[in-house]
């Protein structure tokens, strides 16, 4: 059964910082890995999305990566800004029509 | 193009009250997902239709029933509302042709009390 975690729970950086997000996942046969991100009391907004035979994708500041073969991906963020507070999700996929979630890392990024 | 839209933003429900949530997508997507998200946890899949006229069940299904009306809505049932059911529910639909990629709408926050 996958199961899909993110480290920290939670984080806080001062305004400028280079950060990095974790998520590990049990079952390396996955479809594609989707990054989201959330705002209090909104809906989830895609990201980035990295099919299995990739090994990154980049969108602006943001740079997903995927190591299927240990199980990781990362959601790298450049120069953070306030405005990138959130909660960020990572979601597997596994090819069929279900697909698993972290719980998150809640990012508040201080000016 | 509005994405996925949801109705009603907010709801409170007394035990035993009966509602539908509605959900529509105007992206032309063939699967439509209707998930709980709770505290501490992460999105969990209560039912999923892969098609218009099919539906099956998820990681929690038991209280909800759902309908796929025809390709563009997917509406969730809570015929007994129980307090265990307060959550925000998110409907979400996916675009096989874009290597599975998979679109939320805004979200219904629904208490039980």
């Known amino acids: 059964k996958q199961e899909v975690t993110q480290i920290p729970a939670a984080l806080s950086v001062p305004e400028g910082e280079n950060l990095v997000l974790n998520c590990s996942f049990t079952d390396s046969a996955i479809y594609n890995l989707q990054w989201f991100r959330q705002d209090p009391g909104k809906g989830l907004t895609s990201l980035l999305l990295?099919?299995?035979?990739?090994r990154e994708q980049t969108s602006g500041r943001l740079n997903a990566s995927l190591d299927k073969s240990s199980g990781r991906s990362t959601l790298y963020i450049a120069a953070s800004q306030p405005g990138d507070s959130a909660t960020y999700l990572c979601a597997v996929n596994g090819g069929g029509f279900k697909t698993i979630f972290g719980a998150g890392t809640r990012l508040f990024v201080k000016a | 193009n509005a994405g996925v839209t949801q109705t009603p933003k907010f709801q409170v429900l007394k035990t035993g009250q009966s509602m539908t949530l509605q959900c529509a997508q105007d992206m032309n997507h063939n699967s439509m997902y209707w998930y709980r998200q709770d505290p501490g946890m992460g999105l969990r899949l209560i039912y999923y239709s892969a098609s218009e006229g099919t539906t099956d069940k998820g990681e929690v299904p038991n209280g909800y029933n759902v309908s796929r009306l025809n390709k563009r809505e997917f509406s969730l049932r809570l015929e007994s509302a129980a307090p265990s059911q307060t959550s925000v529910y998110f409907c979400?639909?996916?675009?096989?042709?874009?290597?599975?990629?998979?679109?939320f709408g805004p979200g219904t926050r629904l208490t039980v009390l």
């Open positions: 990295i099919q299995s035979s990739q």
């Open positions: 979400a639909s996916r675009d096989l042709s874009s290597y599975n990629e998979q679109f």
